[in-house]
């Protein structure tokens, strides 16, 4: 069965990077044509589509985001990671990692100094 977790600081420093891990068990991140996704959701709104990295490495951002965002990963570890730069109290959110089909359990972030 595909599991999905995130992992990363609860609380970010405005003007700071957050940085968040999704740690996948029971599929490799490799397998081909799939898509490894992070998604967020901020208090009272609807889900956020933030950018994804190919099961053959290659990244794509949601274009509002794109200029803060990067999307990597570790195939040793069978992790994929978010950092997003230069965060606000607006970044504040829940965030998913996702393979479309399968999801993590969502880690709240809150931006606050």
């Known amino acids: 069965q595909v599991q999905l977790q995130e992992s990363g600081p609860g609380l970010v420093k405005p003007s700071q990077t957050l940085s968040l891990t999704c740690t996948v068990s029971g599929f490799s991140i490799t397998t081909r044509y799939h898509w490894w996704i992070w998604i967020r959701q901020a208090p009272g709104k609807g889900l956020e589509w933030m950018g994804a990295i190919a099961s053959d490495g290659k990244t794509y951002y949601s274009p509002s985001l794109k200029s803060r965002t990067s999307i990597s990963r570790d195939t040793s570890r069978n992790q994929f990671s978010l950092q997003l730069t230069s965060v606000t109290p607006e970044d504040t959110a829940v965030y998913y990692c996702?393979?479309?089909?399968?999801w993590g359990q969502g880690t709240q972030v809150i931006v606050s100094s």
């Open positions: 996702t393979r479309g089909n399968f």
